[in-house]
T-cell receptor
Framework: KQEVTQIPAALSVPEGENLVLNCSFT??????LQWFRQDPGKGLTSLLL?????REQTSGRLNASLDKSSGRSTLYIAASQPGDSATYLC????????FGAGTRLTVKP | EAEVAQSPRYKITEKSQAVAFWCDPI?????LYWYRQILGQGPELLVQ????????DSQLPKDRFSAERLKGVDSTLKIQPAELGDSAMYLC???????????FGQGTRLTVV
């Protein structure tokens, strides 16, 4: 059974810092990995999707990498802003889509 | 911009009552997921449809939960009877096919009292 772990569980940084969120998974036989953002009480917003054949994807200030063999993905956020404050979730696609518990990010002005 | 529609946004129900949630996926999306998310945790898959067929319902508590997607478009998730432990956010997602980008609705926040 695929297990997905996200570290750290919570992170607080001052505005302007670059930061990295981590996602690890136990079964490397995945089809894709997707990063989401969730604001309190809301649904999930898709940020980036990386197919298993890809190493990274970029969207604006976000860069996600995937190392399938080691079971790891990172989400890099450049020049963080208070509006980036949210919970970030990774989901691993195999026969279904399994989520980690998320990293709660707070960016202080 | 196309989006996944869910209703209601909020639902308060008494335990032992029946409750139903509705989801309308993005047009053309064959795969539909229902997830349950307890506060502070990641979403857990309840059921996955491919068109009108159930692909995975291994985590669905079938003694009280049921899900259908009769025409392969919109879907309904039902709980009967509701229990206090069912209080959670119920999220619906869709994707064009397996292993493609998934998009989520705003969810239904269920409170069982």
């Amino acid at each position: 059974k695929q297990e997905v772990t996200q570290i750290p569980a919570a992170l607080s940084v001052p505005e302007g810092e670059n930061l990295v969120l981590n996602c690890s998974f136990t079964d490397s036989a995945i089809y894709n990995l997707q990063w989401f953002r969730q604001d309190p009480g809301k649904g999930l917003t898709s940020l980036l999707l990386i197919q298993s054949s890809q190493r990274e994807q970029t969207s604006g200030r976000l860069n996600a990498s995937l190392d399938k063999s080691s079971g790891r993905s990172t989400l890099y956020i450049a020049a963080s802003q208070p509006g980036d404050s949210a919970t970030y979730l990774c989901a691993v696609g195999t026969n279904d889509m399994r989520f980690g518990a998320g990293t709660r990010l707070t960016v202080k002005p | 911009e196309a989006e996944v529609a869910q209703s209601p946004r909020y639902k308060i129900t008494e335990k032992s009552q029946a409750v139903a949630f509705w989801c309308d996926p993005i047009s053309g999306h064959a795969t539909l997921y229902w997830y349950r998310q307890i506060l502070g945790q990641g979403p857990e898959l309840l059921v996955q449809f491919q068109d009108e067929s159930v692909v995975d319902d291994s985590q669905l508590p079938k003694d009280r939960f049921s899900a259908e997607r009769l025409k392969g478009v919109d879907s309904t998730l039902k709980i009967q009877p509701a229990e206090l432990g069912d209080s959670a956010m119920y999220l619906c997602a869709s994707s064009r096919a397996d292993y493609t980008e998934a998009f989520f609705g705003q969810g239904t926040r269920l409170t069982v009292v």
